[in-house]
């Protein structure tokens, strides 16, 4: 190995230990956002595929803004996929704060039967449903983060 080879070795070598240091030492105090389903819409059909608008809260319990390039969506009811979509205009959820926002979303016919087959059986009784939401944050070197919500659909009212 020649006098330069090695030099530009342990150069590397010095440089490759300053910056793990420096990953090292970076504030990785970060806490995964929430999304929420805050309202279900219903818009008029479009041949083989039923639109709907969904309203989404997303909370951040970070002390930094989360700005987002965008998002994916998938609603399941009752175990069976109904709907899908993606937005790209998603407002950036502030320093402990929450962004509100309404996205389209849409299902096939066909999923839409799976998801009537289901609340069939459920005989009237209340229906689960998860939202599988993927962020894509505006933040260098920050990987997308899927969130899961699960919920009920209330579908029988007590009488108390």
Known sequence: MTIA?????RCFLVAALFFLSGCASMN???????VELTSFKALPA????????????????NNFDLPFNGISYQLSVAGEELAHGVASNIPTAKAYGESRFV???????FGGFKVIKALMASKGQDISYQLEA?????IPFMPKLTV???G?????????
């Open 134 to 138: 993927k962020l894509d944050i505006d």
């Open 28 to 34: 990785l105090d970060y806490e995964e956002p929430s």
């Open 103 to 109: 996205v389209p979303i849409s299902a096939s016919l």
């Open 46 to 61: 479009n041949g083989f595929e039923q639109n709907f608008e969904i309203g989404l809260k997303l909370t951040n319990p």
């Open 152 to 160: 009920i659909v209330p579908l029988v009212r007590s009488l108390d």
């Open 5 to 9: 080879r090695a030099l530009h070795m």
């Open 148 to 150: 899961i919500q699960d």
